[in-house]
């Protein structure tokens, strides 16, 4: 069961999860897979800001990132949590491949990657993925016509021909990785 396996694989309580939807608590199961101490890129990023009184923009609020969550059916989200459950060897090395392959800033082996690995995903990959990106662009043009952006999104949304990166290109910007 996946209160047995979170207690023993991972010593987490389910009874700290019963409010979760099955899709957060995943989110949740893969930092536990690295066992050790996580950063926050988020919250690195807004310390900056903050600290150089830059402005701050989101490009979604959480209500509407809570609602493409919930567009997938619960029934999805558990059997997706369950896999990972499931397969939490082969989950964990999948997860340290892609981490790896952020950190070279390989965007087109990490695009294959999430392709490969996509989690089940399948059908629900343009709403969580490219029908976001897609949106966000008109708002980034906005923002960067007025001054110099710096720009922070998920690493699923990088690469791929419906990806942050390619859709900027294709509106003619250069686009540099920050080491």
Same mark, same amino acid.
């Given at each position: 069961? %996946?209160? *047995?396996?979170?207690?023993?694989? +991972?010593?987490? =309580?389910?009874?700290? #999860?019963?409010?979760? /939807? ?5 989110? &949740? ?5 690295? *066992?050790?101490? $996580?950063?926050?890129?988020? %919250?690195?990023?807004?310390?900056? @800001?903050? $600290? =150089? ?5 989101? +490009? ?5 990132? @809570? ?6 059916? #619960?029934k999805k989200q558990a059997e997706m949590l369950l896999q990972s459950m499931r397969e939490f060897s082969k989950s964990k090395k999948d997860?340290?491949? +892609?981490?790896?392959?952020?950190? $070279?800033?390989? &965007?087109?082996?990490?695009? @294959? ?8 995903? !399948? ?9 976001? =990106? /897609? *949106? ?5 043009? /906005?923002?960067?016509? $007025? ?10 949304? +990088? !690469? ?8 900027? *290109?294709?509106?003619? #910007?250069?686009?540099? !990785?920050?080491?």
């Amino acid at each position: 069961s %996946l209160s *047995r396996f979170l207690k023993d694989s +991972l010593e987490m =309580n389910i009874a700290d #999860y019963t409010r979760t /939807k099955p899709l957060l608590l995943g989110g &949740v199961l893969l930092q536990n897979m690295l *066992r050790c101490e $996580t950063a926050s890129y988020e %919250l690195y990023f807004l310390m900056m @800001a903050m $600290t =150089n009184s830059s402005s701050i923009s989101g +490009l979604e609020t959480v209500q509407e990132q @809570a609602g493409f969550m919930d567009s997938i059916p #619960y029934k999805k989200q558990a059997e997706m949590l369950l896999q990972s459950m499931r397969e939490f060897s082969k989950s964990k090395k999948d997860l340290q491949e +892609l981490i790896h392959l952020y950190k $070279t800033q390989d &965007v087109q082996a990490l695009q @294959a990657g999430f392709e490969e690995k996509d989690g089940g995903l !399948g059908d629900f990959q343009p709403l969580l993925l490219s029908d976001r =990106n /897609k *949106r966000w662009i008109p708002q980034l043009e /906005k923002y960067m016509k $007025t001054e110099p952006t710096f720009i922070a999104v998920g690493a699923g949304h +990088l !690469g791929g021909k419906e990806g942050v990166l390619q859709l900027l *290109r294709d509106k003619g #910007y250069v686009v540099v !990785g920050v080491k």
